[in-house]
C-alpha cells in the first residue's frame, strides 16, 4: 500500500508516475546517503574525541613536568636561604680540610675551631652555589629534608669520643681494666 497522499496526487493528476518514482528514487537515495554519512560522521567524530583527549593527555603531562620543574626551583632558593642565613663564616681559615666531592678531592680552607666542629660533627659542608658552606647540624637537617645531594660531608660524632661537656673527659678508661 502506497502514501495515500501520493495516491490522492496521482489519482487528481496533479503528479504523474514518472515524477513519483523520481521522488521515491531520491528519497531512498538520501537515505542511503544519510546512512553512510553518519557512519562518516560518526568516524570523524570519534577522530576528533579522540583528539582532544590525546591534547588533554599532552596538557595535563606538560603542566605536570612544569609543577615538577617550580617545585625544583622552590625547594632550590630554600636551601639557598637556608645556607645564606646559618653559613658560618670562614675567614682567617689557614688549616686546609680535604673531602671528597662527587669523587673529586677538594680543599677548604678554615680556622682550627671550625675543623674541631667539623670533625665531632657539629658543622656539616653543603654545595652552596659553585663554592661550599659551613651550617650547623640544625640547618643542615633542614637541608637534608628538602634535598640530601645537597650535603657533601657530614661527619657522625665517634661513640669512644666523650662529649665536649663530659667532666671525666680527661680521665681515659685503660684497655686492661677488669670489672
Do not use: C
Not at 2 to 9: G, I, V, Y
Not at 31 to 39: I, L, P, R, S
Not at 112 to 131: K, P
Amino acid at each position: 500500500m502506497r502514501n495515500s497522499l501520493q495516491d490522492q496526487l496521482l489519482k487528481a493528476g496533479l503528479v504523474d508516475a514518472k515524477k513519483l518514482k523520481e521522488s521515491n528514487r531520491a528519497k531512498d537515495k538520501q537515505k542511503k546517503q544519510a546512512g553512510k554519512n553518519a557512519a562518516e560522521l560518526d568516524a570523524e567524530r570519534r577522530l576528533a574525541e579522540q583528539a582532544l583527549r590525546d591534547k588533554a593527555d599532552a596538557d595535563r603531562a606538560l603542566a605536570q613536568q612544569q609543577n615538577a620543574e617550580l617545585r625544583q626551583r622552590e625547594i632550590a632558593a630554600q636551601i639557598a636561604q637556608l645556607v645564606r642565613h646559618y653559613r658560618q663564616p670562614r675567614e682567617g681559615g689557614d688549616i686546609a680540610y680535604n673531602f671528597a666531592d662527587r669523587g673529586i678531592i677538594k680543599k677548604l680552607y678554615v680556622s682550627a675551631r671550625l675543623r674541631d666542629q667539623l670533625i665531632r660533627g657539629q658543622l656539616v659542608i653543603v654545595r652552596s652555589g659553585s663554592g661550599y658552606e659551613l651550617v650547623p647540624v640544625a640547618a643542615a637537617e633542614r637541608i637534608r629534608s628538602r634535598d640530601a645531594e645537597v650535603i657533601v660531608v657530614w661527619n657522625t660524632p665517634a661513640a669512644d669520643q666523650p662529649a665536649e661537656d663530659d667532666p671525666y673527659k680527661d680521665f681515659p678508661i685503660p684497655d686492661d681494666l677488669m670489672w
